[in-house]
C-alpha cells in the first residue's frame, strides 16, 4: 500500500474524528485509555494554545484525517518528549502507517531541540512493540502491563 502521510495542524476537524474515533473500544483498548467524554475532549482542545509541553497533529493520509500524533511532556531542559500516536480509521490498521508517522513525529521532536524520545505501549500490542523496536527503539521497563521505550534522536 503506496499512501502519502503528512503531518498537519490539529483543527475542529481532527477533534471532531477523534471523538468518533474514541468511541472505537478495540482503539482505546490499545491506548489504554478510558472512555472518552466528548465535551471533555472539547475542553482539552480549548487548552491547547496555551500549552507548552505538548504537541498534538493531525495525521492525513492521501489528504483524509486518519489519525493523531504528538509530543507531551515536552521537558527542554533535559531535552527529552513522550511520544504518542494513533490511526483512528481502523480500516488502515496493519498497513505500514505508522513507520512514517513514528519518523515524521520523531522529526518534529528533534526540530524542537529533543535529543531523547520516549513512550508507552502495552506489552500485550504486539504490532506498535515490533513498530517501535524496528524504529530504533528499546526497552527500559515494564510496569503492570506497561512498557517504557527510549529513543535516541
Known amino acids: 500500500m503506496n499512501m502519502s502521510i503528512k ?3 490539529y483543527d475542529e476537524e481532527f477533534l471532531e474524528c477523534s471523538i468518533k474515533w474514541f468511541r472505537n473500544k478495540e482503539l482505546l483498548k490499545l491506548l489504554d485509555a478510558g472512555e472518552v ?3 471533555g475532549q472539547r475542553k482539552w482542545f480549548s487548552t491547547l494554545p496555551d500549552k507548552t509541553d505538548y504537541k498534538i497533529w493531525g495525521i ?3 489528504g483524509i484525517p486518519v489519525g493523531a500524533s504528538g509530543l507531551k511532556h ?3 531542559d533535559n531535552m527529552v518528549a513522550e511520544y504518542f500516536g494513533y490511526i483512528g480509521e481502523s480500516s488502515l490498521w496493519g498497513k505500514g502507517l ?3 508517522i513514528l519518523s515524521l513525529t520523531c522529526d518534529k521532536a528533534s526540530e524542537l531541540g529533543m535529543e531523547k524520545v520516549y513512550l508507552h505501549v502495552l506489552s500485550d500490542n504486539i504490532r506498535a512493540l515490533r ?3 524496528k524504529n530504533g527503539f528499546a526497552a527500559s521497563s515494564e510496569e503492570d502491563g506497561l512498557i517504557t521505550m527510549w ?3
Do not use: A, Q, R
Open 7 to 9: 503531518l498537519t495542524t
Open 37 to 39: 467524554d466528548p465535551e
Open 60 to 62: 492525513l493520509s492521501d
Open 74 to 76: 515536552i521537558d527542554p
Open 98 to 100: 505508522g513507520k512514517e
Open 131 to 133: 513498530l517501535y523496536e
Open 151 to 153: 529513543k535516541d534522536l
